[in-house]
């Protein structure tokens, strides 16, 4: 799959600043163009005492107006012939983001990392997690500023999710000649009260390290670095990315429902909040996005908090 065009997010943050950097060097580096797209609340169409030409003009000097904030605050990071480039839509941010992935075909979306408390995200405050939700194309959260791309660690497990997320592993450190090293996480046994706390904890380990050793590591390319590592899957991941400074963590989508990934958090939604890399979701081709009420009520959210 093609990354063209890329897509980024963005808005006045520092954080999209970044986002918009590394957009532009990927897609320099990959010989693919980049839109920068910025989502913003339609405030104007509730104003039905307008007449339509009044209304119209009200509607492009307020557009005009979101824009050239945007300028302003991201010139100094960003080359103006990006700028002038800019795509601006009316809508909820996760909503018009992916009608934008949508329409052009891209292949890649990249937006900035804020970290939100979990009463935050609730309330409809995180444009990354709410996006994470409704994954149509690998998604790259940029985190802490990185010159370059040197290291990139790759997660993989048993799932159908490991072949996809693997490739576009290896998709980036072909853009620069990076490091890649593969870690599967064993986590610990679970706890049944019935049994002594190890009853069987090194058997289940061992067929563990044995299905990595015949179903994982095959697919692993032969100039990678391969690590096991016991521990909790998103504290495992974010340990070794921190102790291997990793620049970039790469991760499946293993296409869960949005109940289990409202409810009870997923794994690379913990992670977004841990990692001071950047992190790529990848989601596995011909997966449908879900209809998640975050995007049923997109009029509703609309209204409420960021």
């Not at 450190?173 to 593969?182: K, N, S, W």
């Not at 050793?213 to 697919?219: R, V």
């Amino acid at each position: 799959m093609s990354w063209d065009p890329i897509v980024v997010g963005v808005d006045t943050s520092p954080a999209a600043a970044r986002a918009a950097q590394l957009g532009l060097s990927i897609a320099a580096a990959a010989g693919v163009s980049c839109r920068l797209v910025h989502a913003t609340r339609d405030r104007w169409s509730a104003s039905s005492d307008m007449g339509p030409t009044a209304h119209a003009a009200f509607r492009a000097a307020a557009l005009h107006a979101v824009r050239e904030r945007l300028e302003q605050a991201l010139q100094k990071e960003v080359p103006q012939r990006a700028l002038r480039d800019l795509v601006v839509r009316e809508g909820w941010a996760p909503g018009a983001l992916d009608d934008e992935v949508r329409e052009t075909g891209a292949g890649l979306l990249i937006l900035g990392a804020k970290h939100h408390s979990a009463l935050g995200r609730w309330l409809g405050g995180s444009t990354v997690h709410n996006v994470a939700r409704m994954l149509r194309v690998p998604l790259l959260v940029a985190g802490a500023p990185a010159a370059t791309i040197r290291r990139v660690l790759v997660a993989v497990d048993a799932s159908a999710a490991a072949r996809p997320t693997l490739e576009a592993a290896r998709r980036f450190t072909d853009l620069g000649d990076a490091e890649l090293r593969a870690i599967h996480v064993i986590e610990p046994l679970p706890v049944v009260p019935e049994l002594p706390p190890q009853a069987g904890a090194r058997d289940y380990e061992r067929l563990l390290e044995e299905e990595c050793l015949k179903k994982i590591w095959p697919l692993v390319p032969p100039d990678a670095e391969r690590v096991i590592r016991h521990a909790a899957a998103d504290a495992g991941i974010a340990a070794e990315a921190k102790a291997w400074e990793a620049d970039l963590v790469v991760v499946g989508s293993h296409g869960k429902g949005w109940v289990d990934r409202m409810l009870l958090g997923s794994i690379t939604e913990r992670l977004l909040n841990h990692l001071p890399s950047a992190l790529l979701l990848v989601v596995p081709a011909g997966k449908a996005v879900a209809a998640s009420p975050a995007r049923i009520n997109e009029g509703a959210a609309m209204a409420g908090v960021h």
